[in-house]
């Protein structure tokens, strides 16, 4: 309840308060806009000497003759107070200290309540700077006008006659207050006249100065509670309070609440205890039957009737029920010829599954014989392989010796050659060294006996020489017969060359070719044995299927259904017979 006047009431009270009260001070406030933004006033007051005139009557028309306003001017230049129906004064510290006061402060507007002393009126003046085009300053514009309209409002914002509203400043000043000698005037923050000497409430003035709005319960000395609202008006930077007796606003509505909630209590007994008659004698009697039908039901008893006629909530339910035991029999019947035709699907997959089986061992036996051929094939292509390369590596080996000796005989055949001229040389110096024998005998017997012992050598000579000449022609002629033998065999190597490269060749294709059948071989025997185990898996598959089928046959599932769901549901016999 609380919550809802401090949440509710309260604001709306202070809001709509606040916005009254924001349109009243603008009817004083829009003067002196008016005059700020005026250019022919602004050009008055930058140079106001011999214009004393011209200014009086602009605020008069600015007035319009209006008695309950007071309007005026302090130049800063001329240090001259203007107003409209009196001559220009001199601005002294008596006269005119609230001037001096507010060009201390750094804002351009504030707000001041002050009494006259001669007709107690009470008026609210508001004190405007103003400035050249230029930033210049040059006085300020003042306006006074009676604040009865906003006090009566003020006052009259009292929640019922059950609280009070006042107005204060950010200091903490009394501005309006129902008590007139609470006021605090020109700004003056005098004892007695600030937030804070106000019983109960200047416990919690600090929390209350603030541009924040704010709600709280206070507790004043004789120990009534009271909530206290407070809502910020930037216009003139005052701060409107509403206080408010928690026990006033809470007491009619609590007897209220409690005259309410009697009689409610009243009507839901009354209410009861007819609907409790009404379904003892209208809802009982067939809930009572639906009990009965759920009981024989739940034990199985399929074929139960139930007769309810009534066509309100219950009758619905009933008819519910009764499609619900129609759908039920129509399931059994429907479990029955399900499964007559899973029995003989059953027998045809044992039946094929004994062939699949059957086969599917044939054929891993079958497999595993390729698998052993596949071995032994794998073996033999091994061996050849092994073979060709034992070949190669011979015919290799030939055919380098074969170059080497190729090598060696044109290298022999040179040297029969270099032998050759050699013994030419031998025998043209043994027939020169016969000649000379000759030629040293015929000078020997002309020597006569002095030249006989050079003679016999001469002789001695002739016969080795006729020796080396025959030797020499021996031995040219077996070199001549060596060096044909030599390049009888360099023909016969220079034709045998190519094909010892050729049969080379071949036994390297050959290889080559081992090795790949090795490796397709390979190939092969790792695909028979996966087959061999896809075979072997699909035996067992095959062995479990026939099993499955087997076992679902034996324990005739199907055929004594009747024996599974009758120990549960009661199901009569005949619903399973054809």
């Not at 351009?108 to 001669?118: E, G, L, P, T, Y």
């Not at 081992?514 to 067992?540: D, R």
Request: hydrophobic share 40%; proline share 2%; with cysteine.
């Amino acid at each position: 309840m609380l919550n809802r006047i401090t949440n509710n009431e309260l604001p709306y009270y202070s809001e709509k308060a606040k916005l009254t009260v924001s349109q009243l001070i603008k009817e004083g406030t829009n003067y002196l806009d008016i005059m700020s933004n005026d250019a022919y006033f602004i050009d008055l007051i930058g140079n106001p000497m011999g214009k004393e005139l011209e200014i009086s009557n602009y605020l008069k028309r600015r007035i319009a003759n209006n008695n309950d306003l007071q309007i005026g001017f302090v130049s800063d230049t001329s240090q001259f107070f203007y107003s409209p129906n009196s001559s220009p004064g001199k601005v002294t510290m008596q006269n005119s200290a609230w001037y001096f006061e507010f060009l201390k402060q750094p804002k351009d507007r504030a707000f001041n309540v002050n009494q006259s002393s001669k007709t107690k009126q009470i008026k609210l003046w508001v004190q405007q700077k103003e400035y050249s085009l230029d930033g210049k300053f040059l006085g300020v514009a003042y306006i006074g006008y009676d604040i009865k309209k906003i006090t009566q409002f003020i006052l009259s914002q009292n929640f019922d006659n059950k609280g009070q509203t006042m107005m204060v400043g950010l200091d903490g000043g009394i501005k309006i207050h129902r008590d007139s000698a609470k006021i605090d005037y020109n700004n003056s923050l005098k004892a007695g006249h600030t937030l804070a000497s106000l019983e109960g409430i200047g416990e919690n003035a600090k929390q209350l100065m603030t541009k924040n709005d704010t709600n709280f319960l206070y507790t004043k000395p004789n120990g009534e509670t009271h909530l206290i609202i407070s809502k910020y008006i930037s216009e003139f930077e005052w701060i409107m309070l509403i206080d408010v007796s928690v026990n006033q606003i809470i007491k009619p509505l609590r007897n209220a609440f409690i005259t309410t909630l009697l009689w409610g209590l009243l009507f839901t007994i009354i209410m009861v205890s007819l609907i409790s008659v009404l379904i003892s004698r209208v809802a009982l009697k067939p809930i009572k039957k639906m009990s009965s039908f759920i009981n024989l039901f739940a034990e199985g008893d399929l074929k139960v009737g139930l007769t309810i006629s009534s066509s309100d909530e219950i009758g619905e339910f009933a008819v519910q029920l009764k499609q619900m035991q129609k759908k039920l029999l129509e399931i059994v019947t429907k479990i029955k010829e399900g499964s007559l035709v899973i029995n003989k699907t059953g027998i045809n997959l044992n039946h094929r599954a004994l062939i699949v089986a059957s086969s599917s061992n044939e054929q891993a036996a079958n497999i595993e014989e390729v698998s052993s051929s596949i071995e032994q094939i794998l073996f033999k292509v091994n061996q050849n392989m092994l073979n060709s390369q034992g070949t190669k590596q011979i015919s290799d080996k030939s055919y380098q010796e074969l170059a080497t000796i190729h090598k060696l005989v044109d290298a022999t055949s040179i040297s029969m050659m270099e032998i050759d001229e050699k013994v030419s040389v031998s025998s043209e110096i043994a027939s020169k060294t016969d000649m000379l024998a000759i030629n040293a005998a015929i000078e020997a017997a002309r020597a006569g006996e002095k030249g006989k012992g050079f003679g016999v050598v001469a002789q001695e000579v002739r016969k080795l020489a006729e020796k080396s000449s025959r030797a020499a022609i021996e031995i040219g002629k077996i070199s001549k017969k060596n060096v044909e033998l030599a390049q009888q065999s360099i023909k016969l190597l220079n034709a045998v060359m190519p094909d010892i490269e050729k049969t080379s060749q071949l036994v390297n294709q050959i290889t080559e070719a081992s090795i790949e059948q090795n490796a397709n071989v390979n190939e092969i025997n790792s695909a028979v044995i996966q087959l061999s185990q896809i075979s072997l898996q699909n035996s067992s598959a095959a062995d479990e299927v026939t099993s499955s089928s087997a076992i679902l046959i034996q324990h005739k599932m199907i055929q004594n259904h009747h024996q599974i769901l009758c120990p549960y549901l009661k199901i009569p016999l005949y619903l399973f017979r054809r």
